[in-house]
C-alpha cells in the first residue's frame, strides 16, 4: 500500500506533464502517471499544479550580526519555511579568522540538528591560507560542494581579498565545486558610507547612497574575471542591480557557468522605501535599488537568463531593526523564507511573468543541479525524493504578520495581496504542512550528501 496518493495534480516536473497522479511510498516517488493504488492517504488535487518543493539556498539562522544575532533558530526557520513550501535548507558555516572552516562546519551541524526538513551547508571562507585551502578537498568529500566568498565585510571579518580569492576559486574549481560570492566592492562602499557621516547624512533615508549602485557592479565583473581566469564555477549571491543582471547574462553568452541569485525584496520594492516611516525595516546589503533594476530583474528572469530565488532570509525584531536612527547601525536583513513562494506564485505566475514551469526551476529545478541533489531533490518522477507542494488558486487575500510563523514581528510585504497559496507542503514523503499549519516534526531532517554543481548548459 502506498503511503500517499496525489490524484488529479497537474504536475510540473519541472516540464509540464498534464494532470496525473503520483504515487508516494518510503518517502520517495513511487510512480507518476495515471495508475491508481491503495493509499494510507489519497488527496485530491483538483487538477491544481503541484510543483517540485522549494529549496532553500540562501537563510541565515541564528547568525551572529552587530552584537545581535537572527532570531530564527534551525526548528523555527525550517518549520515556517515547510509552510512556505519549502522542504530542503543549505544555510551557511561562517570560518572565524584563526579557526577552520571544518570547525565551523561542525558547530552549525551540531545546531541543525533541530531542523524539520532535509539540509546542508556552504561554507563561508574568510582567513584564506594554506590551511583552509587543503580543507576544500576534504569537505567537498564530505557532500559540502559550495563554498561562499565576501568582497565586503572587512569591520566584520569577512571580506577576502582579490588575490586570496583567485587562490580559494583555483582550488575549488581544482575540486568540481560552487563558489558563490556576496558582491559589493568594499573600498566603494567604505567611502561613500564615510562621504555621508562626515556630511552628517546618517538617516536611513541616506542608507541606500551608502552601498552605491556601481559598488555592485564593479564586484560582480572583478569576481566574474577571477572565475574566468580560474575556470570555477560561480554563483553570484543576492542580485539586486540591472548592471549586474547585464554582467551575468553576458558571462553566461560567453560559455561561463556562472549564474545569478535574486530575491523577492529586489524584485517587488523600490528604494523609495528607505523614505519610509519604517524605513529600517528594509535595510539589507545589498541595498534594494531603484525601478529600473527591479524591471531589469524581472526581464533576466523572463527571459531565461540562468538565475535562481533565495531570500537572503535573516529575520530580526522590529526592536531591533529600528534600535538606531542612524542607518549604520542598524542590522542588515529581513525575514522571507516563508513568504518566497507565495509571493513568486502571485507576482511571477498568475500575474504572466513566470510560467509554473519556470518557477520550478527557478526555485528547485535547477537550484538542485547548481548544489549537487539533483534529480533527488527538484524533480516530481519515480525514485526521486517526493518533495512537493501543492498550489492552490484562491480568492485574493492580504499577506500578513498574524499569519505568518517565522520568530519575528513583521513583514516587509505587510498588505501584499495574494492570489494562490501553498495548500500543502510533502518533504520526503511526510506531509510537513497543510492548509496554513506546520504538521511535520522537530528534527525530521537529514543531512545531504551533495555532489559536484552542474554546468550551466545542464540547467
Excluded at 530542503?88 to 551541524?109: K, N, W
Excluded at 532535509?118 to 576544500?136: G, R
Excluded at 537568463?305 to 522590529?318: E, P, R, S
Excluded at 494562490?420 to 507542503?425: A, E, K, L, S, V
Aim: hydrophobic share 40%.
Amino acid at each position: 500500500m502506498l503511503d500517499l496518493l496525489l490524484k488529479n495534480a497537474h504536475v510540473y516536473a519541472p516540464e509540464d506533464l498534464g494532470v496525473v497522479n503520483v504515487g508516494i511510498e518510503d518517502g520517495r516517488i513511487a510512480f507518476v502517471g495515471s495508475e491508481e493504488q491503495a493509499a494510507a492517504r489519497t488527496i485530491n488535487c483538483g487538477g491544481n499544479p503541484v510543483l517540485p518543493g522549494a529549496i532553500e539556498t540562501h537563510a541565515h539562522m541564528l547568525l551572529p550580526f552587530g552584537g545581535t544575532h537572527t532570531m530564527n533558530d534551525f526548528y523555527d526557520g525550517t518549520m515556517s519555511g515547510a509552510i512556505g513550501g519549502v522542504t530542503t535548507l543549505i544555510d551557511f558555516a561562517d570560518q572565524v579568522h584563526g579557526g577552520t572552516v571544518t570547525e565551523a562546519l561542525e558547530a552549525r551541524l551540531e545546531l541543525a540538528k533541530e531542523c524539520a526538513v532535509d539540509y546542508s551547508f556552504h561554507c563561508t571562507m574568510t582567513d584564506i591560507n594554506e590551511a583552509s585551502l587543503a580543507e576544500i578537498p576534504a569537505l567537498v568529500a564530505r557532500g559540502i560542494t559550495s563554498f561562499k566568498f565576501y568582497t565586503a565585510y572587512s569591520a566584520s571579518g569577512l571580506y577576502v581579498p582579490a588575490d586570496r580569492m583567485t587562490e580559494a576559486f583555483r582550488q575549488v574549481a581544482a575540486c568540481g565545486a560552487l563558489a558563490t560570492v556576496h558582491c559589493e566592492t568594499e573600498d566603494e562602499v567604505l567611502a561613500a558610507t564615510n562621504r555621508l557621516i562626515e556630511q552628517g547624512r546618517t538617516s536611513i533615508a541616506d542608507f541606500s547612497e551608502s552601498r552605491p549602485d556601481e559598488s555592485e557592479e564593479s564586484a560582480i565583473a572583478g569576481v566574474i574575471a577571477i572565475a574566468k581566469k580560474t575556470g570555477a564555477k560561480l554563483l553570484i549571491r543576492h542580485v539586486s542591480s540591472a548592471a549586474g543582471a547585464r554582467l551575468i547574462a553576458e558571462a553566461q553568452a560567453e560559455g561561463q557557468t556562472v549564474i545569478g541569485e535574486t530575491c523577492p525584496h529586489y524584485l517587488l520594492l523600490t528604494r523609495d522605501v528607505y523614505r519610509q516611516e519604517n524605513g529600517a525595516e528594509y535595510i539589507c546589503n545589498p541595498p534594494i535599488r531603484g525601478a529600473v533594476d527591479r524591471d531589469a530583474l524581472w526581464k533576466a528572469l523572463e527571459t531565461g537568463v540562468k538565475f535562481t530565488i533565495g531570500t537572503d532570509d535573516c529575520a530580526f525584531y522590529l526592536a531591533q531593526k529600528h534600535v538606531s536612527d542612524r542607518f549604520y547601525e542598524v542590522p542588515g536583513g529581513m525575514p522571507g523564507i516563508e513568504t518566497r513562494m507565495p509571493i513568486l506564485l502571485t507576482e511571477g505566475v498568475a500575474k504572466g511573468r513566470l510560467s509554473y514551469e519556470r518557477l520550478a526551476h527557478l526555485t528547485s529545478t535547477d537550484v538542485a543541479k547548481m548544489y549537487g541533489i539533483y534529480p533527488q531533490k527538484g524533480r516530481v518522477a519515480a525514485g526521486c525524493d517526493a518533495d512537493l507542494i501543492l498550489v492552490e488558486p484562491c480568492a485574493p487575500y492580504p499577506l500578513t504578520i498574524r499569519d505568518l510563523h517565522e520568530k519575528t514581528d513583521y513583514t516587509p510585504f505587510e498588505g501584499l495581496m495574494l492570489q494562490q497559496r501553498i495548500r500543502m507542503t510533502i518533504a520526503r514523503g511526510r506531509i510537513v504542512a497543510e492548509n496554513g499549519a506546520f504538521t511535520g516534526r522537530r528534527g525530521d531532517g537529514r543531512l545531504l550528501h551533495r555532489g559536484l554543481p552542474a554546468s550551466v548548459e545542464a540547467l
